[in-house]
């Protein structure tokens, strides 16, 4: 029974990345057509950082990843302190409201954000689809991701070491930077880095909420498919998915430290 549960989950981990691998490997293929390997050359890789479209597209990645992650982890590590330390009237509602940005299809979310976005317009002539409607479409759904983690870690915390601290005489903003922050530290890092790959790797709210001249790689790489698979494209879907496991397995590493 236990081989035969091993062999199932291997099948499984296969059937998830080996999609994967092979795209990896197709991007050091020196043929320009078809899957058979003829060669090994990072000329892709040279002529992707040599077209001057894909570093636009780059900046726009990381411009909106960094500013909205930015945003997000704020946002998210107060709202889970307000969840975990405070009592107010609707808070186990608003607990279990954190769990629908992250169980609604990325469909429906897209297509809200556009029609906010619409009607806003209409009302208030503001604003338009650009890289700001992006930054705030990753917002919405990053905030609840980001709460999730760091309440999790707040949970592990002992609240006497915050009451010392004001026993001491220290003020409310003092404990919350020198005690509560250092020690949810590590869940605020891991939620961060999680909002950080799921931005980076968003296509469907980017697609419903991003204007002229707020292309990001999912989307090139989207539109380069529907033209026909170049071995560039699968030099950049590399990048990406490197670039993403990477802040995965850092805000996994952080979020295993113990209190």
Known sequence: ????LSLHALLVYLFL?????????????????GVRFTGFTLDWYRALFQDPRVLEYFLNTLTVAFVSTLVSTVLGTLLALGLVRYRFPGKG??????????????????VSLLLL?????????????SLLTVILGHITFQVAFVTLVVRSRLLLLDPALEEAARDLGARGLQTFLH???PLAWPGVAAGALLALTLSLDDFVVTFFTAGPG?????????????????????????LVVGLSAFFL?????LSRRRV
């Not at 029974?1 to 035969?4: A, C, K, P, T, V």
């Not at 691998?21 to 320009?32: G, H, K, M, P, T």
């Open 1 to 4: 029974m236990r081989r035969l």
């Open 17 to 33: 990345y080996l999609p994967i691998l092979v795209i990896v490997a197709l991007s050091f293929n020196e043929s320009r057509r």
């Open 93 to 110: 509602f608003l607990r279990y409201l954190l769990y629908v940005p992250v169980v609604v299809p990325d469909v429906v979310m897209g």
């Open 117 to 129: 976005f619409a009607f806003s317009r209409e009302l208030l002539g503001f604003p338009r689809l």
């Open 179 to 181: 005690v509560t922050l």
């Open 214 to 238: 707020a292309t990001t790689l999912p989307l090139y790489i989207y539109s380069s498919v529907k033209l026909g698979v170049s071995p560039k494209v699968h030099a950049l879907s590399t």
């Open 249 to 253: 397995a850092l805000g996994y590493a």
